[in-house]
T-cell receptor
Framework: QKEVEQDPGPLSVPEGAIVSLNCTYSNSAFQYFMWYRQYSRKGPELLMYTYSSGNKEDGRFTAQVDKSSKYISLFIRDSQPSDSATYLCAMTAQGAQKLVFGQGTRLTINP | DAGITQSPRHKVTETGTPVTLRCHQTENHRYMYWYRQDPGHGLRLIHY???????DKGEVSDGYSVSRSKTEDFLLTLESATSSQTSVYFC????????????FGSGTRLTVV
């Protein structure tokens, strides 16, 4: 079993919908959680970063971490066609030297 | 991407030839990473470096070697390229605070024929 599980999709929703993307993990030592967005033929770019549990909001994006359930989520409100991309979750433990990535979920927002 | 460049951006090479990909950073970051990305597999770590001349293997290191003789440069060498190494290769960098995430390069698209 992988340390981080993420449904690869694809996920297709209409413009304006609320999108929920999720990852589960097995390592209870993980404390730092990230979401990356990757457009086609581009490198991943850091979208959101969260430490430990709780919520973090940035414009239309909200990241949630539930450490008790080992579950993280990214919500996109009022989704736009420009949000169409692959979203990767990533996480790591204190003092670790590298991130552990989910497989990525391909998201398409239809106009 | 600002502060990190990969070269070449595209390369076609023949089976059995050695190939070297370069990652160059201007951020003076400690950590540098090489990943490959393939459909159905996501990002897979090949090798990483935690300082000049300090490197370690990732999950898919067979057939690859790396070198870091200067803080700013991290080289990935395919010793004898095979068709299974056709992929998109990404370099990433980060500071001592790995938990704040990586900055990725734009990638190198390698085709082995």
């Amino acid at each position: 079993q992988k340390e981080v599980e993420q449904d690869p999709g694809p996920l297709s929703v209409p413009e304006g919908a609320i999108v929920s993307l999720n990852c589960t993990y097995s390592n209870s030592a993980f404390q730092y959680f990230m979401w990356y967005r990757q457009y086609s033929r581009k490198g991943p770019e850091l979208l959101m970063y969260t430490y430990s549990s709780g919520n973090k909001e940035d414009g239309r994006f909200t990241a949630q971490v539930d450490k008790s359930s080992k579950y993280i989520s990214l919500f996109i409100r009022d989704s736009q066609p420009s949000d169409s991309a692959t979203y990767l979750c990533a996480m790591t433990a204190q003092g670790a030297q590298k991130l552990v990535f989910g497989q990525g979920t391909r998201l398409t927002i239809n106009p | 991407d600002a502060g990190i460049t990969q070269s070449p951006r595209h390369k076609v090479t023949e089976t059995g030839t050695p190939v070297t990909l370069r990652c160059h950073q201007t951020e003076n970051h400690r950590y540098m990473y090489w990943y490959r990305q393939d459909p159905g597999h996501g990002l897979r770590l090949i090798h990483y470096s935690y300082g000049v001349k300090d490197t370690d293997k990732g999950e898919v290191s067979d057939g690859y070697s790396v070198s870091r003789s200067k803080t700013e440069d991290f080289l990935l060498t395919l010793e004898s390229a095979t068709s299974s190494q056709t992929s998109v290769y990404f370099c990433a960098i980060t500071t001592d605070r790995v938990g704040i995430g990586y900055t990725f390069g734009s990638g190198t698209r390698l085709t082995v024929v």
